[in-house]
């Protein structure tokens, strides 16, 4: 069962849900920050979010000394956090930038691929049904992997869901015969 979030970060304009916890060693409660090794999220123009404790990659370069490799994201000089304090920041690095065009696809594209009409899919956007989706001007951005959404319209019911408790009711309604 998933915990709301207690707290919530707007980074580059993606929200991060965070939840706390105690910590039994630490004596405190402590922040659940995403594991973006696991799970990776990335900025709309491709940058990876990363956490300042988070051990920097191979291409991590020290911002005082350049031919030594950083411990964490926040020695790096990749690194870049829209205040310093941040725990969640975007790695500039351009190997590790992942192409906008692998990561999205168009309205158009997701309602050849869902079999649907474009202006469903929009429907389905605007509705919030779509993880990810982003409005972009008048353009709609859809994440690639992005699998189509239930109709809101249509409950999962069993076939025949109207007859399936016909013998119960008819039970219920008749009276027994008294001889």
């Known amino acids: 069962m998933n915990k709301p979030p207690e707290k919530i970060i707007r980074v580059r304009g993606h929200d991060f849900h965070l939840t706390l916890h105690y910590d039994a060693d630490y004596g405190a409660r402590r922040t659940d920050y ?16 990363r956490l300042s404790a988070q051990e920097s990659c191979p291409q991590g370069k020290h911002y005082e000394c350049q031919n030594q490799r950083p411990y964490d994201c ?23 930038e992942r192409s906008c065009v692998d ?27 779509v993880p990810g989706g982003r409005k972009f001007g008048r353009s709609w951005l859809i994440p ?7 109709d809101a319209r ?22 027994p015969s008294t001889p």
């Open 144 to 150: 690639a992997e992005a699998t189509k959404p239930e």
């Open 34 to 49: 995403p594991d973006f090794d696991v799970n990776p999220v990335y900025t709309a123009d491709g940058r990876p979010f």
């Open 103 to 129: 990561m999205y696809i168009s309205a158009e594209a997701a309602a050849q691929k869902w079999g649907i009409t474009p202006r469903q899919v929009q429907r389905h956007l605007a509705a919030g049904r």
């Open 74 to 96: 926040n020695e790096c000089v990749h690194f870049h956090q829209e205040a310093p304090a941040d725990a969640i920041g975007i790695c500039m690095c351009e190997e590790l």
């Open 154 to 175: 249509r409950e999962k019911s069993p076939k025949n869901a109207l007859f399936s408790d016909l013998p119960y009711v008819i039970a219920a309604t008749t009276t």
